[in-house]
């Protein structure tokens, strides 16, 4: 199960990126500020997704 979990964290990072670099190349004003709140909602979900998955599996 952590296998799992640890594959699909690593392919929600991957599309991440993607849709990040994406949106620096398309739209090039303030990628300064999108960036900080994109990873900034990233890493808050990636928080609490981990501790519902901890939660469950306990």
């Known amino acids: 199960m952590t296998n ?3 594959q699909l ?3 929600k990072l991957f599309i ?3 849709v ?3 949106y620096c190349f398309i739209v ?3 990628t300064f500020a999108f960036l900080i ?3 900034l909602f990233y890493i808050i979900y990636l928080i ?3 501790i519902v998955f901890y939660a469950k599996n306990k």
């Open 28 to 30: 090039a004003e303030q």
């Open 9 to 11: 964290k690593a392919i």
């Open 37 to 39: 709140t994109f990873f």
């Open 48 to 50: 609490v997704e981990t």
């Open 4 to 6: 799992k979990f640890m």
């Open 20 to 22: 990040l670099l994406l």
């Open 16 to 18: 991440s990126l993607m």
